[in-house]
């Protein structure tokens, strides 16, 4: 399995550290065909590594590629929800918006971001500070990492089938650049509420599916310890996602995930978002707009 592979890899790799030459051969070699085994990934791999705990979170992110960061807090309507952080930055010192999934990173803080799930007010949220960046003229930059919309009964009294409907149909309208990336996990309604964008791009270990692979296997054999199988099913996965035309962009990651060189990941994105503007740049509002039509509606083509 990739878990024991990884395992094997850091022990090992921090043995090289205190190794001598002649230990530092054997080790070099061992290492070498580690790495050569976790160069040709399964899908089941890649859930696992989108899953993993020390994965580059939407703090960090923030941290790498922006200034300035404000963050913005609360729906106006009900409370604030700490599962969506989103806020205004200066990226390249040109202000932008930036809105995407936080998990935290101790057990302590996942249970604060309910595990990245959010309720409707965090998409309540998250459409308050995009309409904002529409009426300044800031690009939208939305970063995905969600096991899901929180499911909970509170949520569903509250709205949260009409908060993602409202967040994916205000999203489709907006008259500014929108990019998003799929950075970890990227399942059903609650992905796609902050994914309706000009340009969708993915990291290579990331997937992106109607749902999770065990609600896949529940629903389909009625059988979740089928997971593995369902993995190999879906097309969810970042390659198979762009050689269908759903994403844009695939983002390279270091040999074995994103958590082993975190710098590396942070410089691919950067070239890709700043390569996606560009390409953005100089259209109008209803050009965008237009655009994005064309775009979802070719998805899906009537036959």
Not at 70 to 96: K, N, T
Not at 120 to 130: D, H, L, S, T, V
Not at 156 to 176: D, K, P, T
Not at 267 to 290: F, N, P, Q
Request: glycine share 10%; proline share 5%.
């Amino acid at each position: 399995m990739i878990r024991d592979t990884l395992s094997e890899l850091e022990s090992l790799e921090k043995a090289m550290e205190h190794a001598d030459e002649e230990e530092l051969g054997a080790l070099s070699i061992r290492r070498a065909a580690l790495l050569t085994g976790l160069a040709n990934l399964t899908p089941v791999d890649r859930v696992f590594l989108a899953r993993h705990p020390r994965r580059p979170r939407i703090d960090d992110i923030i941290s790498a590629l922006c200034t300035d960061f404000f963050e913005q807090r609360g729906d106006r309507q009900c409370r604030e929800d700490a599962s969506i952080l989103g806020g205004i930055a200066l990226y390249h010192g040109r202000p932008v918006t930036v809105i995407g999934h936080r998990k935290g990173h101790s057990i302590e803080e996942n249970m604060a971001c309910n595990f990245g799930m959010p309720g409707p007010e965090g998409y309540r949220k998250a459409q308050r500070i995009m309409r904002a960046a529409e009426k300044f003229g800031r690009p939208v930059l939305t970063f995905i990492d969600t096991p899901g919309a929180y499911p909970g009964m509170e949520a569903e009294e509250r709205g949260q089938g009409e908060a993602i409907a409202s967040s994916i149909a205000l999203m489709s309208r907006l008259r500014v650049p929108v990019i998003a990336v799929v950075t970890g996990e990227g399942n059903s309604g609650g992905a796609l509420a902050l994914g309706v964008a000009d340009e969708v791009l993915m990291l290579e270990n990331a997937y992106y599916a109607v749902l999770s692979p065990e609600g896949f296997a529940s629903i389909l054999w009625k059988d979740p310890a089928r997971r593995d199988e369902a993995c190999g099913v879906m097309k969810l996965t970042a390659g198979e996602l762009y050689d269908f035309g759903v994403v844009d962009g695939v983002i390279p990651e270091p040999v074995g995930g994103a958590q082993r060189d975190a710098q590396a990941v942070y410089r691919a994105m950067d070239e890709a978002i700043s390569s996606a503007l560009t390409k953005l740049d100089g259209l109008t509002g209803d050009e965008l707009v237009a655009r994005r039509y064309d775009k979802y509606r070719r998805m899906a083509p009537v036959t």
